[in-house]
Antibody
Framework: EMQLVESGGGLVQPGRSLRLSCTAS????????MNWVRQTPGKGLEWVSG????????AYAASVRGRFTISRDNAKNSLYLQMDSLRGEDTALYYC???????????????WGQGILVTVSS | DIQMTQSPSSLSASVGDRVIITCRAS??????LNWYQQKPGKAPKLLIY???SLQSEVPSRFSGSGSGTDFTLTISSLQPEDFATYYC?????????FGQGTRLEIK
């Protein structure tokens, strides 16, 4: 069974950094692209970033481009999201997700982590 | 980005009712439309993919239809466990985008 477990969230001041991690199990991690999706009561569900299985391709939402960096370590079955210059509007529940293939494009999210809360506030 | 608009935003219904939730895309997305169910404190769960394909182990009372810009999720006979929030999502082009959600409440 595919399992995704996020960690690293918490309370952080505006302008500071935080690094999220996601540990995967139950599937060949290096064969799949991985993504981050966040959820807020106000804006709902928003795709944040994605990375291909071999890290050759990364993509970002316009709202985080230049501030967030996605990466992965296939040897550790782990996905990361380095979040710099955090803003209040980045406050959200962040999900690690798998679309079951090379991309979420033309596919669907079939596995979600339990989510990790990030709160940006002074 | 492709905008996804769901209606209604909230809906009250009774057990046994037939419920229809609609989703409209800001441009044609063919049949690249997925539906998710989310219960409080849980991650979303895939119900329907490619507009009308039922995900494994999802009850047959759920069905989806549509293509192009207009889509529907139908629950034929509401069960107590169906009261939740439902989201549509397009995967036609990046970035993938979600509707704002439809909260289904008990009448």
């Amino acid at each position: 069974e595919m399992q995704l477990v996020e960690s690293g969230g918490g309370l952080v001041q505006p302008g500071r950094s935080l690094r999220l991690s996601c540990t995967a199990s139950g599937f060949r991690f290096d064969e799949y692209a991985m993504n981050w999706v966040r959820q807020t009561p106000g804006k709902g569900l928003e795709w944040v970033s994605g990375i291909s299985g071999n890290s050759a391709r990364m993509a970002y939402a316009a709202s985080v481009r230049g501030r967030f960096t996605i990466s992965r370590d296939n040897a550790k079955n782990s996905l990361y999201l380095q979040m710099d210059s955090l803003r209040g509007e980045d406050t959200a529940l962040y999900y690690c997700v798998n679309c079951g293939g090379d991309s979420c494009i033309r596919g669907f999210v079939d596995s979600w982590g339990q989510g990790i809360l990030v709160t940006v506030s002074s | 980005d492709i905008q996804m608009t769901q209606s209604p935003s909230s809906l009250s219904a009774s057990v046994g009712d037939r419920v229809i939730i609609t989703c409209r895309a800001s441009q044609s997305i063919s049949n690249y439309l997925n539906w998710y169910q989310q219960k409080p404190g849980k991650a979303p769960k895939l119900l329907i993919y490619a507009a009308s394909s039922l995900q494994s182990e999802v009850p047959s009372r759920f069905s989806g239809s549509g293509s192009g810009t207009d889509f529907t999720l139908t629950i034929s006979s509401l069960q107590p466990e169906d009261f939740a929030t439902y989201y549509c999502q397009q995967s036609y082009s990046g970035p993938i985008t979600f509707g704002q959600g439809t909260r289904l409440e008990i009448k």
